[in-house]
């Protein structure tokens, strides 16, 4: 079981910035690579940003250039840290933001196989 917890969000004026972190610990850190989607009211969950254990990233068209992703991870694979940095917010920002761990479970019998952990999500409010 990988342990996933979001901070921050909360609310912000169009052109504001806001910050968002999630804690994992040593499964997700050892096992999992991190990223951040959203939904908004009325829309699907969405892809806004992912970061490869090893820096790599990519993110949603709609931030490219107003979101950054960043990361920590302690070196003995104990914990990682994401970090969403958000800025100049528009008011479509709006939503609930989830961290995810992208994750390799390693069962005791049979082969690895791929599996998701998410938070319980942080509300983002952008007014105009």
């Known amino acids: 079981q990988a342990r996933v917890e979001e901070s921050g969000g909360g609310s912000a004026q169009a052109g504001e910035s806001l910050s968002l972190t999630c804690s994992v610990g040593?499964?997700?850190?050892?096992?999992?690579?991190l990223g951040w989607h959203r939904q908004g009211p009325g829309n699907a969950r969405e892809l806004v940003a992912h970061i490869s254990r090893r820096g790599g990233t990519k993110y949603a068209t709609s931030v490219r250039g107003r979101f950054t992703i960043s990361q920590e991870r302690d070196p003995n694979n104990d914990w990682a840290r994401v970090y969403l940095q958000m800025n100049n917010l528009l008011t479509e920002d709006t939503a609930i933001y989830y961290c995810?761990?992208?994750?390799?479970?390693?069962?005791?019998?049979?082969?690895?196989?791929?599996?998701?952990?998410w938070g319980q999500g942080t509300q983002v409010t952008v007014s105009s």
């Open positions: 995810k761990a992208d994750c390799v479970i390693y069962p005791d019998i049979g082969p690895a196989y791929p599996f998701n952990y």
């Open positions: 040593e499964y997700a850190a050892k096992h999992c690579e």
